[in-house]
């Protein structure tokens, strides 16, 4: 008898353990037609569970393809506090939105190669509040088509801060909104775009580093023949370029994402507008040549209204403007008695004003000029003196 019971007992035991253990997962799975499910290290609060939550991003993303959210019908994830890696991947999933808790306090990815967030064809997503590290060639991986907003969202990575790829064939740009936010790139170039709309307010793009083969960029946005043509529009922005010291770099380049210490570029087909913008290109410790603008034949970069901080020890040279045969339209006016001898831009793209014998001489940018440096006395009708 007592070891019947003693088998019966274990018998009870097991199926109670596979009870609460077949309990726990059915309330760790999110609702299909739940409007918002929610991403946590734990999923209890006091030791009670909370409903539509789980652990891992590849659950969410399992939740949102069988929901399939549409415009009428969004859905939404909360992401509490932690480090969630892998991160999110996206497969022709639309209209959904990420809400973590804040830069630094959510983080999606995170080691090199570790997934953090990729995306293919998927449009009218909305990510806020978090801090985005990791994974190859970048954090932000976008594929193909889509469209997305991003807000108070940091992102921090290697080789890129944002890349895209498969542009060919697309019918339309790809759009994405940045509001509030920084992209960082320790190694090459912060935002790389190949074929999409891209507008960013109040956002700083950076990039730092030692760069790769000869070149490090803020963003660089350059198209093809096979697919749309890519633009960049920033305001009220950031962007920044400083090298790591003792590395040689090549000289600035507006094709592709390669050569050079270069803030902008905009290669073949393409174009960005910038305004009420710093642009700061900090060369390093070496006579590098340096770039702000940099256009590539059939690039077009407008630029007004905008400031420049760029610095290179002698004889390195300042490009503000480097055309290699597209259009710039970037008027400047210098500070007075910024007559910098090292400098490159444009004929009458330039200008500044030096006190002569107590009066003002308006001064303006001219490549013929090369004695006092690049200036023309429009007092004097010559060379500055």
Request: proline residues 5%.
């Amino acid at each position: 008898m007592k070891k019947l019971l003693s088998k019966l007992f274990m018998i009870l035991s097991i199926g109670g353990l596979l009870f609460s253990v077949i309990g726990n997962v059915a309330q760790a799975a999110i609702e299909p037609d739940a409007d918002i499910a929610y991403l946590r290290k734990n999923c209890k609060e006091e030791g009670v569970r909370i409903a539509n939550c789980v652990t891992k991003a590849s659950a969410v993303m399992g939740w949102l393809g069988t929901r399939q959210p549409t415009a009428n019908s969004p859905a939404t994830v909360e992401i509490g506090p932690g480090q969630f890696s892998p991160g999110f991947s996206c497969n022709g999933i639309s209209n959904f939105s990420l809400k973590g808790s804040g830069r630094g306090k959510t983080v999606l990815g995170g080691g090199f190669g570790q997934l953090a967030f990729q995306a293919r064809d998927c449009f009218n997503l909305h990510i806020q509040d978090l801090t985005i590290t990791g994974g190859f060639p970048a954090p932000i991986y976008w594929l193909g088509g889509g469209s997305s907003t991003w807000v108070n969202v940091e992102i921090l990575g290697g080789l890129y801060g944002w890349t895209e790829t498969d542009c060919a064939g697309l019918s339309q740009r790809p759009v994405h909104h940045w509001f509030s936010s920084t992209i960082k790139s320790e190694l090459k170039v912060a935002y790389n775009a190949a074929c999409s709309e891209n507008w960013f307010y109040g956002s700083e793009l950076i990039t730092t580093g030692s760069g790769l083969s000869g070149g490090i960029r803020g963003i660089t946005v350059h198209g093809s023949p096979d697919a749309p043509s890519p633009e960049a529009h920033i305001y009220g922005s950031v962007i920044r370029v400083i090298p790591d010291s003792g590395v040689t770099f090549s000289t600035p380049s507006g094709a592709g994402d390669a050569t050079g210490v270069v803030a902008v570029t905009a290669g073949q087909g393409a174009e960005v507008h910038i305004h009420g913008t710093g642009i700061d290109v900090i060369g390093n410790d070496l006579p590098n040549d340096i770039a702000a603008l940099a256009v590539a034949d059939g690039g077009t970069i407008h630029a007004s209204q905008s400031a420049f901080v760029m610095k290179t020890p002698s004889p390195g040279k300042v490009y503000r403007i480097k055309n290699d045969g597209g259009t710039v339209m970037a008027p400047y006016l210098w500070e007075d008695g910024v007559l910098l001898k090292n400098l490159v831009s444009d004929d009458g793209a330039d200008r500044t004003t030096e006190i002569v014998g107590g009066m003002p001489h308006p001064m303006v940018y001219t490549s013929g000029c090369n004695v006092n440096g690049p200036w023309f006395d429009t007092v004097t009708g010559q060379c500055r003196q």
